[in-house]
């Protein structure tokens, strides 16, 4: 699928690999509906890009919200190609620890904004996906990205609610390709690994050194750019389906 005169709906989209993506897609004439929490970032994001944006406020958990952007984007593009989901939130604490064990609403927390928030926009984006009318040969009539992490193969102490909420994304990628594979939808996962998100952006060295020392190559974090090139790519070729694709320069988290 090319990404000229196509809707991509991303979540996250107000800043990090999101608003990366957004620009990317715009970039190569794409239009794109951004959803986030963050209802002054998104304003000020829609206003840089211009027309070829829109924006919604709202939960990717709640799925009247979710429907509620959907409607907006189908008023204002007509439909929706393309579903990237980068809104996501971390948390850590040991299972058990100095003041007994991990408070369960704080796993049910991650776990619902994380993996059910996914599985309700991507599921909200495939039934519209559906009826477009194919753009490729193969029938091909829409492509959606979601977005684990390392954590879902490396999860490090203390992360028992964000490797579990991201492993449960690589799960159920195949799945659901095979769930949409007769509507002409393919579902791709990236894992990413360390990346030069607002997050990491604001830590001490002392934070970002050490995971840079066990980076492979290149030895830093990751640039969003390169997190949006990876999603463009999936989106153009046809072939990736079904899978989930690490993009963290070999790194493999410790333990600790």
Same mark, same amino acid.
């Given at each position: 699928?090319?990404?000229?005169?196509?809707?991509?709906?991303?979540?996250?989209?107000? %800043?990090?690999?999101?608003?990366?993506?957004?620009?990317?897609?715009?970039?190569?004439? /794409?239009?794109?509906?951004?959803?986030?929490?963050?209802?002054?970032?998104?304003?000020?994001?829609?206003?840089?890009?211009?027309?070829?944006?829109?924006?919604? !406020?709202?939960?990717?958990?709640?799925? =009247?919200?979710?429907?509620? !952007?959907? !409607?907006?984007?189908?008023?204002?593009?007509?439909?929706? *190609?393309?579903?990237?989901?980068?809104?996501?939130?971390?948390?850590?604490?040991?299972?058990?620890?100095?003041?007994?064990?991990?408070?369960?609403?704080?796993?049910?927390?991650?776990?619902?904004?994380?993996?059910?928030?996914?599985?309700?926009? =991507?599921? =909200?984006?495939?039934?519209?996906?559906?009826?477009?009318?194919?753009?490729?040969?193969?029938?091909?009539?829409?492509?959606?990205?979601?977005?684990? %992490?390392?954590?879902?193969?490396?999860?490090?102490?203390?992360?028992?609610?964000? /490797?579990?909420?991201?492993?449960?994304?690589?799960?159920?990628?195949? &799945?659901?390709?095979?769930?949409?594979?007769?509507?002409?939808?393919?579902?791709?996962?990236?894992?990413?690994?360390?990346?030069?998100?607002?997050?990491?952006?604001?830590?001490?060295?002392?934070?970002?050194?050490?995971?840079?020392?066990?980076?492979?190559? &290149?030895?830093?974090?990751?640039?969003?750019?390169?997190?949006?090139?990876?999603?463009? *790519?999936?989106?153009?070729?046809?072939?990736?389906?079904?899978?989930?694709?690490?993009?963290?320069?070999?790194?493999?988290?410790?333990?600790?």
């Amino acid at each position: 699928m090319e990404l000229q005169n196509k809707t991509a709906f991303i979540t996250g989209g107000a %800043s990090g690999l999101g608003l990366a993506t957004a620009k990317k897609f715009v970039a190569a004439g /794409a239009n794109v509906m951004l959803y986030d929490l963050n209802g002054e970032m998104l304003q000020q994001v829609a206003a840089e890009i211009g027309q070829q944006a829109a924006w919604y !406020a709202g939960d990717v958990a709640d799925e =009247l919200a979710v429907g509620e !952007a959907i !409607a907006v984007a189908r008023e204002k593009f007509g439909t929706i *190609h393309i579903n990237v989901n980068c809104a996501g939130i971390g948390g850590a604490a040991r299972t058990v620890g100095k003041n007994g064990p991990m408070p369960l609403e704080k796993f049910e927390h991650i776990v619902r904004v994380n993996l059910i928030g996914t599985f309700n926009v =991507l599921r =909200l984006c495939a039934e519209v996906m559906q009826v477009n009318e194919p753009t490729t040969e193969d029938g091909e009539r829409g492509v959606i990205i979601n977005v684990a %992490s390392i954590a879902a193969f490396d999860g490090q102490t203390g992360q028992a609610g964000y /490797a579990a909420s991201k492993g449960g994304i690589v799960a159920m990628t195949l &799945p659901i390709a095979r769930d949409l594979s007769k509507r002409g939808i393919r579902v791709m996962t990236v894992a990413p690994g360390v990346f030069e998100t607002p997050l990491l952006a604001s830590a001490p060295d002392e934070i970002r050194d050490p995971l840079i020392a066990i980076t492979q190559f &290149p030895k830093r974090l990751g640039h969003p750019d390169e997190f949006a090139d990876q999603a463009a *790519h999936i989106v153009t070729c046809a072939y990736l389906n079904g899978e989930t694709i690490r993009l963290d320069a070999g790194i493999r988290m410790p333990a600790l």
